[in-house]
């Protein structure tokens, strides 16, 4: 089986989110499970070449391109994937890919990534590799499966290859005017008259990927249900109940090697579910390292996220006294929206010492978080999948979540499942049932038997990208 795999971001090269784990992960698991892979990502001016000996390839360098009605060039450069033979190629193009960050709110953010599905689909024409299955990740892929069946379909490489777009968060659409339709060289028939490249007058890349795309994937089983509904659908529901018979949830698998508590090189003391009681070192060190002074007995809270709208942080607000006023210690990493960076830095002064709001992104610390804390929040609005929550459980850091999406399919709660628990977790979308929720975790914490028993039940899941990986594998046959 021959697989391209597109996408905006990709560990450890360039990583924002849960796409960035999934693309660093998914792609070895494939291979790893008999398919030849080749993953396709921008070269970013902040991907460190050198580091990852990433080198140009010098019959691809200079390729002309006409789009957006700009004459254009790009090179492709090119390395393996760590741990497997899995190709990368990265577009270069200074001109759009040479910003502050991945994702931007320039004015030709449509051209950035238009400029990359087409010089992806033009490396494969050059590489001479028909791929079986070209598998495509959010909006800013979300083209590929149009162009394959209007402007590339005459190239008989691509005649078996068919597509599978996957959705990582329904929330990020790719809408852009009607102008861009010229920009993409697309048919403007496609769009006009509610076409279906047409999403509320806009040009929406994710809504064009749902109406072409052979098979349509999302992150978990319960966030594939939600989606369809108009309370978690954001405008997609009903184009995506139109395709309701192709739109499959598979769960993300998390990195087993990278997620490991027994060889984590980032944390002081290494533990498996038989040596649990060293964890404590880990919770003196996380605390020690964010200035916060040690308290036998008293549970540490840990939050490692985005600071956006979906996460869920403003339940926090009203109800920060009370959990404070709780016998817990609580340290946030995170980076996002101002009004909850400034949510978190007014609660640091108030509680100082107890309290700890790093805000920024550290990788390194994400790891002293999942291991040190005792409990880990997660009261997200919504969430396709979350890795975070499987990271804690594999750390035998116990989660607390809003029961949604990926954290419906992986948090069972101990309050509903005494012999299969292994978190917390609350249905309404409040800050009563999470300050209510955080309450019942912290007195179980006190019940040394129980509460290991649900350590333990976490770190024994299997979250392997290998289970997952073998249900991309059957949608991917299925397409044959
Ligand atoms: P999302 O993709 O919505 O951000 P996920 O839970 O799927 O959420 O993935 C988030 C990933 O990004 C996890 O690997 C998490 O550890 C990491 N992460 C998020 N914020 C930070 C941060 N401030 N510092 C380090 N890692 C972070």
């Known amino acids: 089986m021959k697989v391209a795999f597109l996408t905006s971001e990709c560990f450890p090269y360039v990583k924002t989110g849960g796409l960035g784990d999934v693309a660093g992960a998914l792609p070895k698991a494939l291979y790893q499970s008999g398919c030849e892979v080749k993953v396709f990502l921008p070269l970013y001016g902040g991907i460190k070449v050198q580091d990852h000996g990433i080198k140009r390839i010098d019959e691809f360098s200079n390729i002309s391109v006409h789009l957006a009605g700009k004459d254009l060039n790009f090179s492709v450069f090119h390395t393996t994937l760590p741990g497997a033979e899995v190709e990368v190629y990265f577009i270069d193009c200074p001109y759009y890919y040479h910003r502050n960050l991945p994702y931007t709110n320039d004015s030709d953010e449509d051209e950035r990534f238009l400029l990359f599905q087409n010089a992806s689909l033009m490396t494969l024409q050059r590489l001479k590799w028909a791929p079986d299955v070209i598998h495509c990740n959010d909006w800013q892929t979300g083209l590929i499966p149009v162009y394959l069946k209007t402007n590339y379909a005459w190239d008989r490489l691509f005649g078996e290859s068919r597509s599978l777009l996957s959705i990582h968060n329904i929330g990020y659409q790719g809408r852009f005017p009607e102008s861009t339709v010229a920009k993409s060289g697309l048919d403007r028939n496609l769009y006009l008259n509610a076409g279906p490249l047409e999403f509320h007058s806009t040009f929406s890349f994710l809504k064009s990927g749902i109406m072409y795309a052979d098979k349509i994937s999302t992150v978990s089983p319960t966030y594939a249900r939600e989606i369809q509904t108009e ?72 939050i490692v996220s985005r600071l956006a709208g979906q996460k869920g942080i403003n339940l926090l607000q009203p109800i920060i006294n009370h959990i404070m006023s709780l016998p817990v210690r609580f340290v946030v990493l995170g980076s996002g929206e101002e009004q909850y960076e400034q949510f978190l830095s007014a609660a640091e002064s108030s509680f100082e010492g107890r309290f700890c709001a790093y805000l920024g992104y550290n990788n390194e610390l994400s790891h002293l978080i999942t291991a040190g804390a005792d409990i880990f929040l997660m009261p997200s609005r919504y969430e396709p999948c979350g890795l975070n929550q499987m990271y804690s459980l594999r750390y ?21 499942y005494y012999e299969k628990g292994n978190g917390f977790s609350f249905n309404e979308y409040s800050s009563a049932a999470l300050l209510s929720t955080i309450q019942r975790a912290v007195d179980i914490y006190y019940q040394k038997d129980i509460w290991s028993g649900i350590q333990r039940r976490g770190m024994l899941e299997d979250f392997s990208w290998k289970k997952s990986a073998e249900k991309y594998l059957d949608v991917y046959k299925s397409l044959m």
């Open 396 to 416: 035998g850091t116990v989660p607390v979540v809003r029961k949604t999406g990926g954290l419906a399919d992986t948090v069972m709660d101990y309050h509903e």
């Open 231 to 302: 309370e978690y659908g954001a405008g997609m529901d009903g184009v995506l109940r139109s395709r309701s018979n192709d739109l499959i949830g598979i769960l993300n698998g998390i990195d087993i090697d990278l997620w490991n508590p027994a060889k984590d090189k980032f944390i002081k003391s290494q533990y498996t579910a038989e040596t649990l009681e060293m964890k404590e070192e880990n919770k003196k060190n996380l605390l020690e390292r964010v200035n916060i002074e040690y308290a036998e007995n008293q549970p540490v809270l840990g």
